[in-house]
């Protein structure tokens, strides 16, 4: 059964400052996505990776894949306060079947 | 290009009742995931249709079940509400294999059962 596992589960951090999501998940996959949700809201796609070594970014978010090491992180460059926001990992192990980390419950403070 | 729709939005239910949930995917998805998400558990998959076929399905009880109708659109149903069912459900499509295979989701029914 495949696992994914995200830590920290809780981020409070300053505006300015750096941070990194990690997601490690337990079986072969080579697609992995990061989503974000905002409170009562639905998940708004943030990035798809597909390959190993894969790297994306937008804006202040870095997203990069290590399918060896079954590995993705979410880096946060200078947050800033409208980043915040619970932020999900998912791996794609069968066709439209996405298996989602516990999510990372990032508050970014003045 | 419209997004995916959920109706309703919001419900609330009594223990006991049925519930129809609906989702309308995004123009020319053939692929309809459905998803629970709830405080303790967060988020889980419940089953995945594709023409009008289920091809997965997730660790939920037999009271969770689905159909697709020939437009793509999806139903899912949950029988003899229990209070744990309290939950936001999510449906998401996607094309149905390939590289552009992202699931696109839904603004969610919030479900309350009292």
């Known amino acids: 059964e495949l696992k994914v596992e995200q830590n920290p589960l809780f981020l409070s951090m300053q505006e300015g400052k750096n941070y990194t999501i990690y997601c490690n998940y337990s079986?072969?996959?080579?697609?992995l996505y990061w989503y974000r949700q905002d409170p009562g809201k639905s998940l708004e796609s943030l990035f798809v990776?597909?390959?190993?070594?894969a790297v994306k970014q937008e804006g202040r978010l870095m997203a990069s894949l290590d399918t060896k090491a079954r590995l993705s992180t979410l880096h946060i460059t200078a947050a800033v306060h409208d980043l915040s926001a619970t932020y999900f990992c998912?791996?794609?192990?069968?066709?439209?079947?996405?298996?989602f980390g516990t999510g990372t419950r990032l508050q970014v403070t003045l | 290009k419209a997004g995916v729709t959920q109706t309703p939005r919001y419900l609330i239910k009594t223990r006991g009742q049925q519930v129809t949930l609906s989702c309308s995917p995004i123009?020319?998805?053939?692929?309809v995931s459905w998803y629970q998400q709830t405080p303790g558990q967060g988020l889980q998959f419940l089953f995945e249709?594709?023409?009008?076929?289920?091809?997965n399905k997730g660790n939920f009880p037999g009271r969770f079940s689905g159909r697709q109708f020939s437009n793509s659109r999806s139903e899912m149903n949950v029988s003899t509400l229990e209070l744990g069912d309290s939950a936001l459900y999510l449906c998401?499509?996607?094309?149905?294999?390939?590289?552009?295979?992202?699931?696109?989701f839904g603004p969610g029914t919030r479900l309350t059962v009292t």
């Open positions: 998401a499509s996607s094309l149905p294999t390939g590289v552009d295979s992202e699931q696109y």
């Open positions: 079986t072969t996959s080579d697609r």
């Open positions: 990776l597909l390959s190993n070594g």
């Open positions: 998912a791996v794609d192990h069968t066709a439209s079947k996405l298996t």
């Open positions: 123009s020319g998805h053939r692929s």
């Open positions: 249709y594709f023409s009008e076929t289920q091809r």
